[in-house]
């Protein structure tokens, strides 16, 4: 019995926005009487952080603190509508949508605090912390909600913007497959590092580190959040999962979380990244989109990996056990430590 | 420097108050307290439970089927067949001009899967609507059946669609097609050829939370579903075309997803629930077991994927052909658009002068794919960085520097014809082996994304 | 078979419900009276987003039937919730992003609540230990280690 390591890489694209486009989004801004900003949508939250991301792109490009901007989301008689949550699509097309928005609510507002303060609109600027102040004389200066009850009781103006963004459906050539798939390329790097055992033909998989660039990111801790959970989530595909254990029959069908091997806690490699920012020409400042990539490098970086530790090729996934001490069997690696024990 | 390069550059350097920064989640008070209402949270007093009956055989005709048992337990409401569905062959991408229809909400005379709704129960528990399901009689004459994408394809394989082929039909052509250069002429080129074969499995979405809606009739006359569909909108259309109901007539509410991974873009408990509130007068919840997760719902595809490359001696690969299979199982769901996305990026982000690509989406008689995190783009991926190390290793190069020769650069021409325009692949590369402590050697290093160094 | 009443303690008041035989406390928590806090990802006994405390111990209440507790004390997320702000291990859980979904989160916060109160000083290999039984689709369980870690901290240092 020996314990065989091996590295592997994987460097990979990942096209954000639904395939070929035709896929809109759109987004509803208005303040309050007391300058809270209430951002009405449809869209939906997986877990990967689609309310505060968009709450952080409304507030900076309305230029009012992140407490101030609410997101009201998902209903269809309240939220305009929204293609939904898929295809690395959420923060791209949704915060297009929500920046277009925030613009037309900014001027207004903007317009508001211009009467206020006796100056024209293009004399003002935000400061992010709920004020709106004269450029070059920070101390004449208006906040949010005194100005938010000025519109509505004084000058009965609405502060209130609307967004849409679409990338207009595109057709494919039938015969040459011209296409124009997506709106831009996320990219990403996974070095894999694995033991295997060539006794019971276990993996561990001991790091997976990544470089990935997403654009910008509009969340750190969040982007961070989905590069963990998505390397967890390709190692488990890589060496685990499966609805059809011995495809293509379709026997042993798994019913149950007992049944269905996804690795724990134990199994968790050292997972370490670094995030590379290259604004994307059309994204919201420059986002790409992170979602679903994540899970996609770390599979082939392990699978080549185990291939490097073993000496044979592997050539689907889940690897399990079964199959690599199938594979064991023609390695020229195990056969040299057979030989070289006898 | 292009005008997009410094362009990129100018954005690197803008300065901002929220955007980059690290603030705590909006709705992470409410996941750590409970607080948080998930669509199983949700209940109504009166509220009805709906539980399917479904296919025990893979492939088969419906004979009959009794319901005379299930009718006399205790708590039993009501049944709905395929005869109360108004519209009940349906496919879901209809909305964005994919057909023809040929999904039933119920099924009506054969059965193509192993799991396949026949009828849904109504009962005042859920207990009273288990116990009635497992009271049905089912009457099926089973046929045989296919499980292999290339088995399916042979002339004596069981026929799946009323159209006759067990693939599906692109613009008149047996798969999505990519054309680009002369591969042939590639492959007479080359120093080496190196195929390949690559599959993968089914995967299960197998989010903690499983699917589910709660459909409630409103005192106005209209319907109020709670629901953890990914895309809202599209549920709720696609929900009125299967109910024929003006979309007025409906309201969905949701937003909150106990894990989705692509697993909620199917839209498959909202109509028969909805229906079951219209048929009932009374709320109705219809939430999947584990078991039915795990069984039932769709899956990731499996895909099977020959490549054949030709290589030259110096590394560049000049020619690419792949003929790809994806396992849609018994519908369509999301599976002919995944296959299109895939055939865009199955050469991989390389750049390659020469490529032939056919890709198949292929019936089988397996609960049906759909959307998965990555779809179409994960076997790919797969496949194309596998393929790489085993063209490294033939030809005894090392994996990084084939990598680096053939990544695409800003202004390339992929396969599908879509110029390059935001690529950063060698950046990561360079990331990457710059954080495992991997020297690479000087010619890799003065490489990047935005332009093609001269020769 | 009739419906009993049965008592217990939960969340430090005692309760009678009327039950069918067999009935799980998660039922009784979620469906009669509304607490659901405590989550159904699987009445399997798999996922572990169903845990309580009963008597300081992690339990699967979709494999309890709530005959088996009657006179026990039980807790669930609801009752380590203060009425204002979060206890140690939600704020732990909260600044550290240890939620994406959040659905799992109630189940791994209680089984971290039961191994703190009996070990405050646990080893990363304890916490793993501790929350095998709990799956996580979404975070990859890194967050949800270290929230434990800076929890049992913050227990400490308070
Ligand atoms: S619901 Fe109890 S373990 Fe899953
Ligand atoms: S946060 Fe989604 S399952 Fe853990």
């Given at each position: 019995?020996?314990?065989?390591?091996g590295t592997g890489i994987a460097a990979v694209n990942y096209?954000?926005?639904?395939?070929?486009?035709?896929?809109?989004?759109?987004?509803?801004?208005?303040?309050?009487?007391?300058?809270?900003?209430?951002?009405?949508?449809?869209?939906?939250?997986?877990?990967?952080?689609?309310?505060?991301?968009?709450?952080?792109?409304?507030?900076?490009?309305?230029?009012?603190?992140?407490?101030?901007?609410?997101?009201?989301?998902?209903?269809?008689?309240?939220?305009?509508?929204?293609?939904?949550?898929?295809?690395?699509?959420?923060?791209?097309?949704?915060?297009?949508?929500?920046?277009?928005?925030?613009?037309?609510?900014?001027?207004?507002?903007?317009?508001?605090?211009?009467?206020?303060?006796?100056?024209?609109?293009?004399?003002?600027?935000?400061?992010?912390?709920?004020?709106?102040?004269?450029?070059?004389?920070?101390?004449?200066?208006?906040?949010?909600?005194?100005?938010?009850?000025?519109?509505?009781?004084?000058?009965?103006?609405?502060?209130?913007?609307?967004?849409?963004?679409?990338?207009?459906?595109?057709?494919?050539?039938?015969?040459?497959?011209?296409?124009?798939?997506?709106?831009?390329?996320?990219h990403a790097c996974v070095v894999a590092?694995?033991?295997?055992?060539?006794?019971?033909?276990?993996?561990?998989?001991?790091?997976?580190?990544s470089a990935?660039?997403?654009?910008?990111?509009?969340?750190?801790?969040?982007?961070?959040?989905?590069?963990?959970?998505?390397?967890?989530?390709g190692?488990?595909?890589a060496?685990?999962?499966?609805?059809?254990?011995?495809?293509?029959?379709?026997?042993?069908?798994?019913?149950?979380?007992?049944?269905?091997?996804?690795?724990?806690?134990?199994?968790?490699?050292?997972?370490?990244?670094?995030?590379?920012?290259?604004?994307?020409?059309?994204?919201?400042?420059?986002?790409?989109?992170?979602?679903?990539?994540?899970?996609n490098a770390p599979i082939p970086a392990i699978v080549n990996a185990v291939s490097n530790?073993?000496?044979v090729r592997l050539t689907e996934y889940?690897?399990?056990?079964?199959?690599?001490?199938?594979?064991?069997?023609?390695?020229?690696?195990?056969?040299?430590?057979?030989?070289?024990?006898? | 420097?292009?005008?997009?390069?410094?362009?990129?550059?100018?954005?690197?350097?803008?300065?901002?108050?929220?955007?980059?920064?690290?603030?705590?989640?909006?709705?992470?008070?409410?996941?750590?307290?409970?607080?948080?209402?998930?669509?199983?949270?949700?209940?109504?007093?009166?509220?009805?439970?709906?539980?399917?009956?479904?296919?025990?055989?893979?492939?088969?005709?419906?004979?009959?089927?009794?319901?005379?048992?299930?009718?006399?337990?205790?708590?039993?409401?009501?049944?709905?067949?395929?005869?109360?569905?108004?519209?009940?062959?349906?496919?879901?991408?209809?909305?964005?001009?994919?057909?023809?229809?040929?999904?039933?909400?119920?099924?009506?005379?054969?059965?193509?899967?192993?799991?396949?709704?026949?009828?849904?129960?109504?009962?005042?528990?859920?207990?009273?609507?288990?116990?009635?399901?497992?009271?049905?009689?089912?009457?099926?004459?089973?046929?045989?059946?296919?499980?292999?994408?290339?088995?399916?394809?042979?002339?004596?394989?069981?026929?799946?669609?009323?159209?006759?082929?067990?693939?599906?039909?692109?613009?008149?052509?047996?798969?999505?097609?990519?054309?680009?250069?002369?591969?042939?002429?590639g492959?007479?080129?080359a120093d080496y050829i190196i195929e390949e074969v690559y599959?993968t499995?089914?995967?299960?979405?197998?989010?903690?939370?499983?699917?589910?809606?709660?459909?409630?009739?409103?005192?106005?006359?209209?319907?109020?579903?709670?629901?953890?569909?990914?895309?809202?909108?599209?549920?709720?259309?696609?929900?009125?075309?299967?109910?024929?109901?003006?979309?007025?007539?409906?309201?969905?509410?949701?937003?909150?997803?106990?894990?989705?991974?692509?697993?909620?873009?199917?839209?498959?408990?909202?109509?028969?629930?909805?229906?079951?509130?219209?048929?009932?007068?009374?709320?109705?919840?219809?939430?999947?077991?584990?078991?039915?997760?795990?069984?039932?719902?769709?899956?990731?595809?499996?895909?099977?994927m020959y490549f054949k490359d030709g290589v030259m001696k110096d590394g560049r690969i000049i020619a690419r052909k792949v003929?790809s299979?994806?396992?849609?199982?018994?519908?369509?769901?999301?599976?002919?658009?995944?296959?299109?996305?895939?055939?865009?990026n199955i050469a991989g982000p390389y750049t390659i002068p020469?490529v032939?690509i056919?890709?198949?989406?292929?019936?089988?008689?397996?609960?049906?794919?759909?959307?998965?995190?990555?779809?179409?783009v994960t076997p790919a991926s797969f496949a194309v960085e596998c393929q790489m190390d085993k063209i490294a290793e033939t030809i005894g190069m090392d994996p990084w520097e084939i990598r680096f020769i053939n990544a695409y650069r800003?202004?390339d021409?992929r396969p599908?014809?879509?110029?390059?325009?935001?690529a950063?692949l060698i950046?990561v590369m360079k990331?990457a082996a710059?954080?495992?402590?991997h020297?690479l050697?000087?010619?890799l290093?003065?490489m990047?994304?935005?332009?093609?160094?001269?020769? | 078979?009739?419906?009993?009443?049965?008592?217990?303690?939960?969340?430090?008041?005692?309760?009678?419900?009327?039950?069918?035989?067999?009935?799980?406390?998660?039922?009784?928590?979620?469906?009669?009276?509304?607490?659901?806090?405590?989550?159904?990802?699987?009445?399997?006994?798999?996922?572990?987003?169903?845990?309580?405390?009963?008597?300081?111990?992690?339990?699967?209440?979709?494999?309890?039937?709530?005959?088996?507790?009657?006179?026990?004390?039980?807790?669930?997320?609801?009752?380590?919730?203060?009425?204002?702000?979060?206890?140690?291990?939600?704020?732990?859980?909260?600044?550290?992003?240890?939620?994406?979904?959040?659905?799992?989160?109630?189940?791994?916060?209680?089984?971290?609540?039961?191994?703190?109160?009996?070990?405050?000083?646990?080893?990363?290999?304890?916490?793993?230990?501790?929350?095998?039984?709990?799956?996580?689709?979404?975070?990859?369980?890194?967050?949800?280690?270290?929230?434990?870690?800076?929890?049992?901290?913050?227990?400490?240092?308070?």
């Amino acid at each position: 019995m020996a314990k065989l390591r091996g590295t592997g890489i994987a460097a990979v694209n990942y096209p954000t926005g639904m395939n070929l486009g035709g896929d809109p989004s759109q987004a509803l801004i208005h303040a309050t009487t007391t300058g809270t900003f209430v951002i009405s949508l449809s869209s939906t939250d997986l877990g990967q952080g689609l309310k505060t991301v968009i709450a952080q792109i409304g507030a900076e490009t309305l230029g009012v603190p992140f407490e101030n901007v609410l997101i009201d989301t998902a209903d269809t008689d309240t939220g305009p509508h929204c293609m939904g949550t898929f295809a690395s699509r959420a923060t791209h097309r949704v915060g297009n949508a929500v920046i277009m928005a925030a613009k037309e609510a900014r001027k207004a507002m903007l317009e508001v605090a211009a009467e206020e303060l006796e100056v024209s609109p293009d004399d003002l600027d935000t400061d992010g912390k709920g004020n709106i102040f004269v450029k070059g004389s920070p101390e004449r200066k208006i906040d949010i909600t005194s100005l938010a009850l000025a519109a509505h009781f004084k000058y009965g103006r609405t502060i209130s913007g609307r967004g849409m963004y679409i990338k207009p459906k595109s057709p494919v050539d039938p015969e040459t497959g011209k296409m124009d798939p997506d709106s831009t390329e996320a990219h990403a790097c996974v070095v894999a590092e694995v033991e295997v055992d060539t006794e019971t033909g276990e993996v561990t998989v001991i790091s997976l580190k990544s470089a990935y660039e997403v654009g910008r990111q509009v969340n750190p801790a969040l982007v961070h959040g989905q590069i963990v959970g998505g390397a967890f989530m390709g190692m488990s595909h890589a060496l685990y999962e499966t609805t059809a254990p011995y495809y293509p029959s379709p026997d042993h069908a798994p019913g149950s979380f007992s049944e269905y091997i996804i690795p724990g806690p134990h199994e968790l490699p050292h997972i370490e990244s670094v995030v590379l920012e290259y604004p994307s020409v059309n994204g919201p400042y420059g986002v790409k989109g992170v979602g679903e990539m994540t899970a996609n490098a770390p599979i082939p970086a392990i699978v080549n990996a185990v291939s490097n530790a073993i000496g044979v090729r592997l050539t689907e996934y889940p690897i399990t056990p079964e199959k690599i001490l199938r594979a064991l069997e023609k390695s020229p690696k195990v056969k040299q430590l057979a030989e070289n024990r006898s | 420097m292009s005008e997009v390069a410094s362009e990129v550059i100018r954005e690197m350097k803008r300065e901002f108050k929220v955007v980059g920064k690290s603030v705590p989640r909006r709705d992470g008070i409410g996941h750590v307290t409970g607080k948080t209402v998930y669509v199983d949270d949700i209940s109504f007093p009166g509220m009805l439970h709906l539980k399917m009956v479904r296919s025990p055989i893979h492939h088969g005709i419906i004979r009959n089927v009794d319901f005379s048992e299930a009718e006399k337990v205790p708590g039993f409401v009501r049944v709905l067949t395929h005869r109360d569905v108004p519209k009940n062959i349906y496919t879901i991408l209809c909305l964005i001009g994919v057909g023809p229809d040929e999904e039933p909400v119920l099924a009506v005379d054969r059965v193509l899967y192993k799991g396949e709704p026949i009828a849904a129960i109504v009962a005042e528990t859920e207990e009273a609507a288990m116990e009635a399901v497992s009271r049905v009689k089912l009457d099926l004459e089973e046929l045989p059946a296919v499980f292999d994408v290339e088995e399916a394809l042979k002339p004596d394989a069981p026929i799946l669609k009323p159209w006759g082929t067990n693939y599906f039909i692109y613009e008149g052509h047996h798969c999505r097609r990519v054309r680009f250069g002369d591969v042939e002429k590639g492959f007479a080129q080359a120093d080496y050829i190196i195929e390949e074969v690559y599959n993968t499995s089914p995967i299960e979405h197998a989010p903690t939370e499983t699917t589910a809606c709660v459909a409630k009739p409103e005192p106005d006359g209209r319907y109020t579903v709670y629901t953890n569909t990914q895309a809202l909108f599209f549920t709720m259309d696609n929900t009125a075309l299967i109910l024929q109901v003006p979309f007025s007539k409906l309201h969905f509410v949701g937003g909150t997803v106990g894990g989705g991974f692509g697993g909620k873009v199917d839209v498959i408990t909202e109509p028969i629930a909805t229906l079951a509130a219209m048929k009932t007068g009374r709320p109705v919840k219809f939430k999947y077991t584990r078991e039915e997760e795990m069984r039932v719902s769709s899956t990731r595809s499996a895909w099977r994927m020959y490549f054949k490359d030709g290589v030259m001696k110096d590394g560049r690969i000049i020619a690419r052909k792949v003929i790809s299979y994806a396992d849609s199982g018994a519908y369509n769901r999301h599976t002919p658009y995944a296959v299109t996305k895939h055939a865009a990026n199955i050469a991989g982000p390389y750049t390659i002068p020469n490529v032939y690509i056919d890709a198949y989406c292929v019936y089988t008689n397996r609960q049906p794919a759909s959307a998965m995190r990555g779809f179409g783009v994960t076997p790919a991926s797969f496949a194309v960085e596998c393929q790489m190390d085993k063209i490294a290793e033939t030809i005894g190069m090392d994996p990084w520097e084939i990598r680096f020769i053939n990544a695409y650069r800003n202004g390339d021409m992929r396969p599908h014809q879509k110029v390059v325009e935001d690529a950063t692949l060698i950046e990561v590369m360079k990331a990457a082996a710059e954080l495992v402590g991997h020297k690479l050697p000087e010619h890799l290093l003065k490489m990047h994304s935005w332009d093609r160094e001269k020769a | 078979m009739p419906s009993r009443i049965v008592a217990f303690n939960l969340n430090g008041r005692d309760v009678e419900v009327m039950v069918k035989p067999l009935t799980t406390l998660q039922t009784v928590l979620r469906e009669h009276l509304h607490l659901t806090a405590t989550k159904s990802g699987c009445r399997q006994g798999g996922c572990g987003t169903c845990t309580v405390l009963v008597n300081g111990e992690p339990m699967l209440s979709c494999l309890l039937p709530v005959e088996d507790i009657a006179g026990q004390k039980v807790v669930t997320l609801e009752g380590i919730t203060p009425i204002e702000g979060l206890h140690p291990i939600q704020q732990a859980f909260f600044d550290n992003y240890a939620i994406q979904c959040g659905y799992c989160s109630p189940g791994v916060i209680m089984v971290i609540k039961a191994l703190l109160d009996r070990n405050p000083n646990p080893t990363r290999q304890e916490i793993m230990d501790a929350i095998a039984g709990n799956v996580c689709r979404c975070t990859g369980y890194e967050p949800i280690l270290r929230a434990a870690e800076d929890a049992a901290r913050r227990l400490q240092s308070a």
